[in-house]
């Protein structure tokens, strides 16, 4: 099937979905203007971004409006990241856009190393051959600039939304297309109910990351972002050569590739966040009650063993 | 498919309905896509996640659709966000007969409060150019008439509308403006309406019937109309007097509510509220991407309710019968 090419109009629409889907003829409960959906959390930013919770989406409508659609799915599995793609996999194709076209890009410097796992129909495992790193955050930040690569290279022709992951998590709940926009982030785990003065963005004006401590929405998540394929590309782009610039003055960002893209989306507001149910930790974290579902989180590892071997 | 009568059948059909529609595949050059635009940072609260008092009104539609209200957004950072994009605001009114006497205070409440410090384009479609009063307007906005013909009967000029907006975008608007409202005249602002009523197809909430169950909504129940909506279908009862979004989008929507209307009119039904009831119709197939609160379309003769904490464009009381005569 001819994908469309985007146009450049993409730009400037991150803060409203784009082009007006048809739907068809559908039965579902109607919304009461008067009635809040959710009045324990914030459901939207002030630039009108919807933040994602359990009970503000109606999928049977989403599904509708994003159907015929490909998603594509980034995921790193460098050295003993592999051990981490079975489950991953596994559970992704439990409860990741299911009913949807989905290629999952597989990062790894070991393609034998790829488990082989069954597929719903019209989803794919694409492998991509790439170079490994010694640092663990070197690998963690160079994920910007392989992505950005192959954006250009097939992503922009295969796919219409791409969705940067982790990949030593599973999935344990519904994530659908309710996510999907022309930015996205997701709350950090860890600073959901902080104050930007407590968030862990870079501080040093040195660097290409910086934040004033009088500055920022929320701390975004490095594990989960994502959008169209050209907004995709310019995140990758912007923050792989913020890096870069970095490196050249001798400075690394306090939380790496997660610090740049902290600054690239204070900048460039996303047109949706996603809560904190879309990335957890429980072994890190107190489940809090207005966390109605977990649907991405961390599979135990020890970090000094798998890093850097 | 395997009948070549069939297939030369459909082709016919396809050739007679190509020449009936005249504005079917016309590819429009919209004025400039812009490019991406970075946020320069400005002063601002920081969102706060743990919300201790609930909203008055839902702030999202079930397909993520935001529902703007006064407290639902941040005015600063919505001008930083949107001015540096340059952007043209094009307004639609239609102005017929006796209506061009509400053509003054609409333009002037106008001048007070809609998108301040954007440029905007009114267009004033009436029958009688010299009946619309020149009003002092600030720089960077200015009002062209567009002349059409008046019609005996006010439904007939009512139900028109939608013909003549996309007609105009076509001719000209694509070029001239980005976004584009489309707004009733008998009308007047009183609060401020800005940036934040911006999206690719915006609808508002209809002051009488944002408390009532759908089943009440006074769609077209008639299957034979275009515009029929059955029971369990609906999400709001939008407004007819006010409608809009990126100029391609409003093509897209007042063209297919005129096809509506059009084969209503080779079967001889008009639907119940005209226009409104195709608008309706629409929305529910192709879902607003923004919803204005009543705020937005108000009634000034409905008391106000707690939940509405400001009245932004609202109709003048005013006696329909000796207008429409």
Redesign the interface.
Known sequence: MQLEKK???E???????????????L??P????????R??????????A???WDG???SA??DA?FRNITIGLTVFAIKKYVVFLKLFLETAEKHFMVGHKVNYYVFTDQPAAVPQIPLQEGRQVVVLEVRNYKRWQDISMHRMEMISNFSQRRFLREVHYLVCLDVDMKFSDHVGV?ILAPLFGT?HPGF??G??QSFTYERRPLSQAYIPR?????YYAGGFFGGSVPEVY?LTVACHQAMMADQANGIEAVWHDESHLNRYL????PS?VLSPEYLWDEQMLQRPP?LRKLRYVAVPKNHAEIRNR | MHCPRLALGLGFCLLVGMALCSLCNMKLQYKGEKPFQPVTPSQYPQPKLLKQKPTEFLTLTPWLAPIVSEGTFEPELLRHIYQPLNLTVGVTVFAVGKYTQFVQRFLESAEQFFMQGFRVHYYVFTNDPTAVPRVRLGSGRLVSTIPILRHSRWEEISTRRMQSISQHIAERAHREVDYLFCLNVDMVFRNPWGPETLGDLVAAVHPGYFAVPRQQFPYERRPLSTAFVADGEGDFYYGGAVFGGRVAEVYEFTRGCHMGILADKANGIMAAWQEESHLNRRFISHKPSKVLSPEYLWDDRKPQPPSLKLIRFSTLDKDTDWLRS
């Open positions: 146009e450049s109009s730009g400037d629409c991150h803060l409203d979905t784009c082009r007006i889907p048809e739907v068809p003829r039965l579902y109607k919304a009461q203007l008067l009635k809040p959906t009045v324990d959390v914030l459901v939207m930013t002030p630039w009108f919807p933040i994602i503000t989406f109606d409508i989403l409006q309710e709350l959901y109910a104050d930007r009088d500055e920022g929405d929320f310019r204070l900048h460039h507001k949706k207005l």
